[in-house]
């Protein structure tokens, strides 16, 4: 356990006023869907990329990925090569395409809604479909969030760990209830920078400490060689297989379908904005992906060897190093990383529920007052399942999160290129990539051993391409109303 000074309290206790303001303030400007799902699609290029790289990298990068490199040294950094490619071919080939063709499908808010208007599905199957992996899914995600914020509580303050969930949950469903998507984003570009300058400052000030890049890589040396070897894990000694390498690297596959972070592609207000937004967010991602593994392999050598729980090495660090003041801060971003991410899967599950369950299936004639405050009671529904999954306190947060995003990157991240580049796609070949992708993901996970150690989202993507391509070939063309929307967005893109 850190120290949990009362001026820590304190920080943790300003820094929650300021988001829970936050919220308040969105209230006021929040009064239809379109406000509470994309901000009425008003986001500038820093808001839209911060809040996008925070709520994607979420509690994992300050826990997670510093914890992997704790145990495995450097071969844990082919996650963050994978995830920095994945970020970068994200905002170039997805983020303009779907910021107009969400708007030229009669002003789409959600994935599901896109897709059901991309394609005129008026069974409704598209968007109920979706709507159902993007709730199994997010459950476990949001999951992850929770269990990182009762590590959080239980390490600085001693709390019991289930307090500790409870705690976190209370605190990150409070603004999300109230504000929906601009005190989600707001908050996040607060939170995403909190995130950058901790991220940044521990391994910075150990360095320091320790002499300097040359002292700091021969004491990590002389600990075990291994960790600062790229092809070997250091906590086993074996060399990386192939298979172990392409899981590492398929992390950026999962980016093309995450609910989450394609929001802030069809909230930014303008798709001129997108160059620019594009920049700010793969160099965050750079320095935040580096800065974590560094934070692993120092931490290794800088603090006393008695952590059982690798995922907490950046809480300890920070307590080793800083006074409780700046601990306080920097400990607060660990809260901000949580957040930020959970923030925003509550609001798109909520969405989900409210628009395209709600809305889609029992009342197409409800005032969007109303579907704001069935998103809002959303909101608290869905959290307390996560909390009931968060429970239990031997949860790894890379374990949940590494599920749900194989889960969303299979099921709509093929379905979503395709959409906005194949000319000939049509509903049945959307919902069949939906399903196969989602599906497999599902049911390799269950199985163990040979092939099926690689990671689940290899699989789920490869096989969702090839039912998009063959159903949508061996089924009737998309109507001429559909292609000529299509050929109206190629030219505008």
Not at 49 to 73: E, F, N, Q, R, T
Not at 187 to 201: P, R, S
Request: charged share 15%; net charge neutral.
């Amino acid at each position: 356990m850190v120290d949990n000074s009362p001026t820590i309290l304190i920080t943790f206790a300003i820094y929650l006023a300021v988001m829970l303001g936050i919220g308040l303030l969105a209230y006021k400007r929040t009064s239809n869907m379109s406000d509470y799902i994309l901000g009425g699609r008003s986001l500038g290029p820093w808001t839209s990329a911060i809040s996008a790289g925070a709520s994607d990298m979420s509690g994992w990068l300050l826990l997670g990925l510093p914890g992997a490199a704790y145990l495995s040294g450097l071969s844990a950094a082919w996650i963050g090569i994978g995830l920095l490619a994945g970020t970068w071919l994200n905002w170039l080939i997805v983020a303009k395409r779907l910021r107009i063709y969400s708007f030229v499908a009669s002003d789409s808010l959600t994935l599901p809604d896109y897709f059901e208007k991309r394609f005129r599905d008026n069974s409704k199957m598209l968007r109920v479909i979706s709507a159902v992996f993007i709730l199994l899914f997010f459950l476990f995600y949001t999951s992850s969030g929770l269990v990182a914020g009762g590590k959080l509580f239980e390490t600085v303050f001693g709390l019991d760990y289930t307090i500790a969930v409870t705690v976190g949950t209370i605190a990150i469903v409070s603004y999300t209830f109230f504000g929906g998507f601009l005190a989600v984003s707001w908050t996040d570009l607060i939170q995403g920078l909190m995130m950058a300058v901790a991220l940044i400052v521990v391994p910075i000030v150990a360095l320091t400490d320790m002499g300097g890049v040359a002292e700091a890589t021969s004491r990590i040396t002389a600990e075990n060689p291994l960790l600062l070897e790229w092809f070997r894990d250091a906590s086993t000694g074996e060399a990386l297989t192939l298979v172990g390498i392409v899981s590492s690297l398929a992390w950026g596959l999962g980016y093309f379908g995450q609910p989450h972070i394609l929001a802030r592609f069809a909230a930014i207000r303008s798709e001129k904005d997108i160059g620019a937004a594009r920049t700010i967010a793969v160099v965050w991602s750079a320095l935040g992906l580096f800065a974590a593994i560094c934070i692993g392999l120092l931490g290794l050598v800088y603090v006393p060897k008695d952590l059982a729980d690798s995922e907490k090495i950046f809480m300890v660090m920070v307590n080793f190093i800083f006074h409780p003041a700046v601990a306080g801060v920097l400990l607060a971003a660990i809260l901000a990383a949580v957040m930020s991410t959970a923030d925003s899967q509550l609001l798109v599950s909520s969405s989900a529920l409210a628009d395209d369950f709600y809305k889609a299936l029992f009342k197409k004639n409800a005032t969007q007052s109303e579907l704001v405050w069935v998103g809002r009671f959303a909101v608290v529904g869905i959290a307390i399942i996560a909390w009931i999954l968060a429970l239990d306190p031997n949860s790894s947060v890379l374990g949940l999160v590494s599920y749900a995003w194989a889960g969303f990157g299979a099921a709509f991240g093929p379905a979503l290129i395709m959409s906005l580049y194949w000319r000939r796609m049509n509903r049945f070949g959307a919902l069949a990539g939906i399903i196969v992708g989602g599906v497999t993901v599902v049911v390799w996970k269950q199985l163990s051993g040979g092939i099926f150690d690689l990671y689940e989202i290899v699989p789920g993507v490869i096989f969702a391409y090839i039912a998009i391509y063959v159903v949508s070939i061996m089924s009737a063309a998309p109507a001429d109303e559909i292609t000529t929307e299509f050929d109206k967005v190629e030219n505008h893109a």
